[in-house]
Structures are given as structure tokens and as C-alpha cells.
């Protein structure tokens, strides 16, 4: 894992191999809100669940204090891809309303690029 990368999660008490190939483009500080911007570049998209316990790291700050916000930057996606983001989505969806189940029953297809 990459040494910058390393540090980060670290500073936010997070771990995960999945991010081995990640390595971090930028960290911008937003003066409004006080706050870093970290841009994570990796060469293929990373499972949402592992998404949602990096941005639920985050939401502890840097160290604690300082807030941080992700933005992720992929090589490349798939259809494949975003079909599994989606499903995923609408079964987090379905657990919070079960009224959406006939969602899961709906074959997505994607018009363009």
C-alpha cells in the first residue's frame, strides 16, 4: 500500500486491503468549511461496502478534528460496475422499506455511455 495512503487511513483509523492499489492524487483544504478534500485514485472501482466504512471513517475526521470528505477517481468502470453500485443500493433501499422489494424483480439497462 502506498505510504501517503497508509497515513491517511491511518489518521482516520481505517483499514482495508482493498485499497492497495489506491494511491492519493490531491487533498485540497476548502476554507469555507474548514475542511480537506482527499483524492483517491485507483485503477478499478472498490466495493461499495467498503465505500460506505471509508466515508463513515471520515465522518470522524482527521485526527480526530479535522473534517475530510473522499472523492474517489476509477481507472475504469464497468456496466458491470455500476450494475453492482445499484443493486446494492436498492437492497440498503429495500431494508430501510421493504415497500420497494418489486425493485429488486427490475432487469436495468443503461442507454449511452
Not at 468502470?77 to 445499484?86: A, N, W
Amino acid at each position: 500500500m502506498d505510504a501517503e495512503i497508509e497515513r491517511f487511513f491511518n489518521s482516520i483509523n481505517f483499514e482495508s486491503e482493498e485499497f492497495f492499489a489506491s494511491e492519493i492524487d490531491k487533498v485540497k483544504l476548502i476554507t469555507a468549511s474548514q475542511s480537506f478534500e482527499v483524492v483517491i485514485k485507483n485503477p478499478y472501482v472498490i466495493d461499495k461496502k467498503e465505500m460506505d466504512n471509508l466515508f463513515k471513517a471520515c465522518e470522524g475526521g482527521i485526527n480526530g478534528e479535522k473534517k475530510c470528505h473522499v472523492v474517489m477517481e476509477y481507472g475504469e468502470v464497468t456496466l458491470d460496475d455500476l450494475t453492482k453500485y445499484i443493486d446494492a443500493m436498492i437492497d440498503e433501499l429495500v431494508n430501510l422499506r421493504p415497500s420497494f422489494a418489486p425493485l429488486k424483480d427490475r432487469n436495468l439497462e443503461f442507454d449511452g455511455d
